[in-house]
């Protein structure tokens, strides 16, 4: 009987502590975890993602600079829902984007794609990119 006890004791514990770990590599997966009060001119922002709420804390928009810095907004914050707005602008009205509209999509790369934690990419090319 004592053997039994123990035993199940012990599988509870083993189960509880691999939920504990599996919990742990979601939330470390995870880019922004508090959001950032820095502000930068739109103009240096290359892409942005929306990390979604889930396995992930709270919801945020993830912004790559030009320079590689991550900075993570509340995208309820009037400052990246501009920012947004403008890069959303700034790739429908690319001649590059017109001439892709014309081609079929089969097989081809969209532009928007899953990444982690239920994340949408959005990027636009750089200035030397497009050359």
């Known amino acids: 009987m004592q053997f039994r006890l123990i035993l199940t004791a012990l599988l509870c514990f083993t189960a509880w502590m691999n939920l504990v770990q599996a919990a742990a590599v979601f939330v470390n997966n995870c880019r922004c975890v508090h959001w950032s009060k820095t502000q930068v001119p739109y103009t240096q922002i290359k892409e942005y993602t929306i990390q979604k709420e889930g396995q992930c804390p709270n919801n945020a928009v993830v912004f790559q600079t030009v320079q590689g810095k991550t900075i993570c907004k509340d995208p309820n914050s009037n400052w990246a829902k501009h920012?947004?707005?403008?890069?959303?602008?700034?790739?429908?009205?690319s001649?590059?984007?017109?001439?892709?509209?014309?081609?079929s999509t089969l097989g081809s790369t969209p532009l928007l794609s899953t990444k982690l934690c239920g994340a949408i990419t959005k990027s636009?090319?750089?200035?030397?990119?497009?050359?």
């Open 83 to 93: 920012v947004i707005q403008k890069l959303e602008a700034k790739t429908t009205s």
């Open 95 to 103: 001649p590059e984007k017109r001439r892709h509209s014309k081609r």
């Open 124 to 131: 636009r090319k750089s200035k030397k990119e497009r050359k």
